[in-house]
């Protein structure tokens, strides 16, 4: 049956690749490809498609990898082995594990081929492991028995506890050819390491894609093919939207067949590494192939792979979209003088004031920790205790609109109070009493944050920064920002989350509709990811958490300051600034 398998599995491989001779690329897609296009199959892809065929069916339980801690035992106990640093010369001349030769990525690695023993172990190691995974696959299809190192030179082998007693600063050198090579496998291999020169100053470098190239496209509505290789299981509890599915091992060379030849696919797995062995394959058998870099990202890689950059996937748009599906009715809001009268009433609470830390020192609700909005938002996660209600206040309630979402994501029980300290908590008689200055500290670690959603939020304020001089600052935009954005007639979309009777009785000219609800949720999907969003509610409250939605799925998102206005809120928001409206 193996057999059969196999031989059916090489049928499926040559027949795709026949068939396909005829396919092309989009015109319009500048990036450099190995699109086949209208010319001739080379003549040697029969050999190649066999040993690739081959690579997979008879993959051994290692997958062509050796952990980083095994590979320097090895290093340490002085085995009989060949290894290989794809790295650049300078990093090589800097330090390498000790006799280890240097074939920097590209056409010096089939360039070194017959000068490698072919009757020992070869290990291979670059920067991450994700092009030492490339490597790896072209040295087996060449007749090797290599295997790279888990996680390369930088997040693998340096991380071993006493790494520095088997790195060497001494060149090795090869003379003599001493293994013959398949002609046709020679061929092949030359032409994949000569295209890199060709994707060399495009987003495929390397035959890999960033995590924020890889988001533009998505972004861009570009055709192409995302193809995940982790397993069923965790495909299943969580991937990136859109990926098809072909999970990583000895039967998927058969699924290479159903992989389209006319578009760009993007390869990922965990880390990146069985990605690059795939991608490898994939370019060898006529296909525009290439790997995200760092892969879907796990905590041994970051800061490379798509979770560790805190992009969106299916998990975390499942969560926001629970958010609004599970809605409360108190709509993740508190009144002000509801909120006093807990605290009057010592209440097993706890309360955030994310103002800045002068305004906090200045007074503040008793019991209140401080962080400041920003960053020390998503820094003080785990310090906060999960198992009582949560209370977050800002100045008018718009940041504290956006804070809350972001707790609630994080496993938080998180209200924000209504039209925050400025509007809300000090209009109260009486407040004063309950105003302190003794500054509270957060504690020791009491929360476990999951790893994607801590990321996702630490990218999420880290982001702050980068608007902060601009009109977008904290998320928002000014009243006469947007009435100059009206009037210059900018290409942005504009989104009013108000009723349907509200948005009928007056609207801000152009604005669309998507009422605030438990259903809202499902109207995002229509909303563009190439256009700057505008949200505006009716103070700025709901419309903070729902630019916290959008920025986290992706969408370029922004709340108007103090929404379309209230009579509590003045002079924030648009009609308190006397800006025109429809109906």
């Not at 991380?159 to 293994?179: C, M, P, Q």
């Not at 300051?561 to 109906?583: C, I, L, R, S």
Request: net charge negative.
């Amino acid at each position: 049956m193996k057999g059969l398998k196999q031989t059916l599995s090489l049928l499926l491989v040559l027949l795709m690749m026949f068939s396909a001779v005829a396919c092309s690329k989009d015109a319009e897609v500048a990036e450099p490809s190995m699109d086949l296009g209208d010319s001739e199959e080379p003549a040697d892809m029969g050999v190649v498609g066999e040993k690739v065929d081959a690579y997979f069916a008879n993959m051994p339980e290692h997958i062509y990898k050796i952990g980083q801690e095994d590979f320097l035992d090895l290093v340490a106990a002085g085995d009989d082995m060949t290894i290989l640093d794809i790295r650049q010369a300078d990093a090589y001349a800097e330090g390498h594990v000790k006799g280890a030769v240097n074939a920097p990525w590209g056409t010096a690695i089939s360039d070194i081929l017959t000068k490698l023993p072919s009757d020992k172990p070869l290990f291979v190691y670059c920067y991450s492991g994700q092009t030492a995974g490339q490597a790896v696959h072209t040295l087996n299809l060449a007749g090797f028995d290599a295997r790279s190192v888990n996680l390369g030179y930088v997040f693998g082998i340096s991380k071993v506890e006493g790494y520095e007693e088997l790195v060497d600063t001494v060149a090795v050198e090869l003379s003599d050819d001493v293994t013959e090579i398949d002609a046709d496998v020679q061929a092949a291999l030359d032409d994949y390491y000569a295209g890199l020169a060709d994707v060399q100053d495009s987003k495929y470098a390397n035959y890999k894609i960033s995590e924020d190239n890889l988001e533009a496209m998505m972004n861009g509505g570009e055709d192409f093919y995302l193809l995940s290789i982790r397993s069923q299981s965790d495909y299943d509890m969580n991937h990136i939207e859109g990926a098809e599915l072909l999970p990583w091992g000895n039967e998927m060379a058969a699924g290479f067949a159903n992989l389209p030849k006319n578009k760009t696919i993007v390869v990922y797995c965990y880390s990146g590494q069985t990605a690059g062995q795939t991608v490898a394959a994939l370019r060898l058998l006529g296909y525009d192939a290439v790997s995200l870099n760092g892969g879907f990202g796990v905590e041994a890689n970051a800061p490379h792979g798509w979770t560790n950059h805190g992009k969106p996937t299916t998990a975390l748009n499942e969560a926001i979209a629970d958010y609004f599906t599970n809605m409360p009715a108190h709509i993740y809001k508190i009144a002000q003088q509801e909120f006093l009268d807990l605290v009057a009433a010592n209440e097993d609470m706890t309360i955030l004031d994310i103002r800045q830390a002068s305004d906090y020192e200045a007074g503040h609700i008793r019991g209140a920790i401080n962080a400041p909005w920003g960053t020390a938002v998503s820094d003080i996660l785990s310090k906060l205790p999960a198992d009582k209600p949560l209370f977050v206040y800002c100045y008018s309630g718009q940041t504290a609109g956006q804070a809350v979402h972001t707790l609630n994501l994080a496993g938080f029980d998180a209200r924000s109070v209504n039209l925050g300290y400025v509007f809300g908590i000090s209009t109260v008689p009486g407040y004063e009493e309950y105003v302190d200055t003794v500054a509270v500290e957060a504690g020791e670690e009491v929360t476990e944050i999951s790893r994607e959603i801590q990321t996702a939020l630490d990218f999420y304020y880290a982001g702050l920064a980068d608007l902060a001089d601009t009109r977008y600052a904290n998320y928002k935009i000014s009243e006469d920002n947007l009435e100059a954005m009206i009037n210059g007639e900018e290409d942005f979309y504009l989104l009013s989350i108000r009723s349907q009777s509200d948005y009928d009785a007056g609207h801000i000219e152009g604005a669309e509709l998507l009422p605030w609800g438990n259903d809202m949720a499902a109207g995002f999907a229509n909303l563009p990811k190439d256009k700057t969003i505008v949200v505006y509610c009716y103070s700025g409250q709901t419309a903070g958490q729902t630019v916290a939605a959008l920025r986290l799925m992706g969408y370029d998102a922004v709340s108007l300051n103090g929404g379309f206005g209230v009579e509590a809120n003045a002079p924030h928001g648009w009609t308190n600034h006397d800006k025109p409206v429809v109906q």
